[in-house]
């Protein structure tokens, strides 16, 4: 059976992004039919049932977020759309946000309905000025027509959206760094507990969802757990919007049931490689997920299969690399991502992502040594774990996996102080030189 | 201070966050400052911490802990280039060198007029349209390095985002398929110049 996209339905209109446009395709039914007879509890029962998993990269049960919310609390609730999308390699929620801002905002009415929140806020990127515009738009629309606001469709629900912007923090997209932002402080991730269901934004109950998994709402509510189910395999259901990237044919968006086969997603959506090479390896999630060599391209994108292979569904960011590809330059690049991304907050991220950046550019750039790729090891294992928030953990990840799976690669560069590919782009002529030193 | 745009720009995006917690808003009203001034002064510092009651080193950790906050004039239309991975497998390095050579500057530097400032941006999520930039409000996408003129002239005229491709072995640049609607923010860019 062919699938049939419900998140990207649309994106390829123009028009999408207006009201009348994506009322046209039916949109905004699903909430006004639901809101008048769907009670709170049923949606998030729904929800819960549909085993629906987050779609930000930790992949937790979102219907099961929302009952962490505490009974009876006199504070209000709010609802916080996690819109700081910078994973590298990720790039589905801007396409989602700059195409069908009115799904992201139906998705928040249904939401706020099963939650019982007044308020959510969306927190976009400081880089995503478009997407802030669109949304922007799209919210004053939804408002004048009434689908915003107070006594939405003519029910007693209050529902008002409103819109903040990062300023270039990958550490604000951790939800609680996010939290911080928002508040108008420095993205300082939060120690846990409290969790932010119970004390979040303003110190009152939050939930935080991303905005695809917010999206993901309206298809179940409309279609039903059947459906959603029908999509996927045990504990991996529904769709998923995928980003590619790198050395395929057409880089782009694509959208199947969570589950493709990496080799199959590729070749049938992205092209494949691109014309005359081969692959080599791959992230499937964000440069926070272990590296899949080419021959564990047969694994099923979900957030368990990947594990076999040592890596992670992360957020279905893609990144695709062929055999010109430096592995060692690519680790480098990420590694000095996290090094200047830290927050700072924690010292063994702080000094730990430093350190191994500038380890890691010597292997790469000349003057390593043997003893280099080991300690850069044990540097990764000794800042994981070890601090407030995952970007240590996320920054020790591709560091192990790499060195583990492309060893002779690592090995190379520190024996003949420079890299062994002479071709492509991505031969290590240190294009990236200007870059300053780091922390 | 900086006009009645600004400031009912400030009471606009205040208006978003509880009364009793209005310093939520402290990093949309930087943006705001940085409209009207490319930068954030000492002066918009001090203001804003008596606005929101807290201590200017609290909003100046603010601007500092964000990259695109700054403390000092980074040039009119500031290019931020993305650096990471599918960028720079697909040439970031080559078109960051080639706009500071078409600058006459260093790259991360400012040309002598003030003019443009390069720098460069963490992931900027258009990963399929690599190598990509940021300039003011506006994505260029898929640039090569002998495209970055087009991109300066572009900027010069007023902007609005594009994509390069190549016809007839030239580079040539297209709008983005979906248009942008107008600002959300009512204060004009002035970029402080």
Not at chain 1, 251 to 269: F, R, S, V
């Amino acid at each position: 059976m062919a699938y049939e996209n419900v998140l990207i339905k649309g994106c390829d209109d123009p028009a999408n992004v207006t009201l009348d446009g994506y009322m046209k395709r039916g949109g905004w039914e699903v909430a006004r039919k639901a809101l008048k007879s769907r009670t709170p509890e049923e949606i998030v029962t729904l929800v819960k049932d549909s085993g629906l998993r987050g779609r930000g990269g930790a992949g937790f049960p979102t219907g099961l977020k929302w009952t962490f919310l505490p009974k009876g609390s006199t504070k209000p609730t709010y609802l916080a759309i996690n819109a700081d999308e910078s994973e590298p390699g990720t790039f589905k929620d801007r396409y989602l946000l700059e195409r069908n801002p009115h799904l992201l905002l139906e998705g928040v009415v249904l939401t706020c309905h099963a939650i019982g929140a007044k308020h959510a806020y969306i927190y976009l990127r400081g880089e995503f000025p478009r997407a802030t515009k669109i949304l922007q738009a799209a919210i004053n629309q939804a408002s004048a027509k009434g689908f915003l606001g107070k006594k939405i469709f003519g029910t007693d629900l209050t529902v008002d959206v409103s819109l903040a912007r990062g300023a270039g923090a990958y550490i604000c997209g951790e939800e609680t760094g996010m939290l911080e932002s928002l508040e108008g402080k420095r993205g300082y991730p939060r120690n846990k507990p409290p969790f932010p269901a119970v004390e979040g934004l303003f110190a009152c109950p939050t939930i935080i969802n991303n905005v695809e998994t917010v999206m993901t709402v309206v298809p179940i509510v409309e279609r039903g757990i059947d459906w959603f189910k029908s999509l996927g395999s045990e504990k991996n259901w529904g769709p998923k919007v995928w980003c590619v990237s790198g050395h395929v044919e057409r880089p782009g968006i694509a959208e199947t049931a969570l589950g493709i086969p990496l080799d199959e997603l590729l070749n049938e959506h992205f092209g494949g490689v691109r014309r005359g090479h081969r692959y080599k390896a791959a992230i499937p999630g964000g440069c926070s997920c272990g590296i899949m060599t080419s021959d564990e391209f047969g694994a099923k994108m979900d957030f368990d299969a990947l594990r076999a292979v040592g890596s992670s569904l992360g957020t279905g960011g893609v990144m695709v690399f062929d055999e010109t590809t430096c592995i060692p330059e690519a680790l480098l690049n990420f590694t000095e991502f996290y090094a200047e991304e830290s927050c700072g907050q924690c010292t063994p991220c702080r000094q730990g992502t430093g350190w191994a950046a500038r380890i890691l550019r010597r292997i790469v750039h000349g003057g390593g040594t043997m003893r280099d790729l080991d300690e850069v090891v044990r540097l990764a294992n000794g800042f994981d774990g070890k601090t407030i928030c995952a970007l240590a953990d996320a920054a020790a990840i591709p560091i192990r996996t790499y060195l583990k799976k492309f060893p002779q690669e690592f090995a190379e560069h520190v024996e003949r102080g420079r890299c062994s590919l002479d071709v492509g782009l991505a031969a290590c002529a240190g294009n990236l030189h200007f870059i300053s030193g780091g922390h | 201070m900086y006009g009645k745009d600004f400031e009912d720009e400030l009471e606009r995006v205040e208006s978003r966050f509880p009364p009793e917690r209005k310093r939520a808003a402290l990093l949309l009203a930087l943006h705001a400052v940085q409209r009207v001034k490319g930068f954030v002064p000492d002066e918009a510092v001090h203001w804003l911490a008596q606005r929101y009651d807290t201590s200017p080193a609290d909003v100046q950790g603010v601007v500092s802990f964000y990259t695109m906050f700054h403390d000092r004039h980074p040039g009119r239309h500031v290019i931020w280039l993305c650096r990471t991975f599918s960028c720079q497998l697909l040439g970031a390095g080559a078109v960051m060198e080639a706009f500071a050579g078409a600058l006459s500057c260093e790259p991360l530097g400012q040309d002598a007029k003030g003019e443009f400032g390069l720098r460069w941006m963490e992931c900027l999520a258009a990963c399929d349209k690599a190598p990509c930039a940021l300039v003011d409000d506006d994505m260029y996408e898929t640039l090569t390095p002998d495209s970055v003129s087009l991109v300066l002239d572009h900027v010069r005229k007023g902007g609005g985002g594009g994509r390069i491709v190549v016809e007839g072995g030239k580079p040539k640049l297209v709008p983005l398929d979906v248009p942008a609607p107008a600002g959300d923010s009512a204060v004009p860019r002035l970029g402080g110049r």
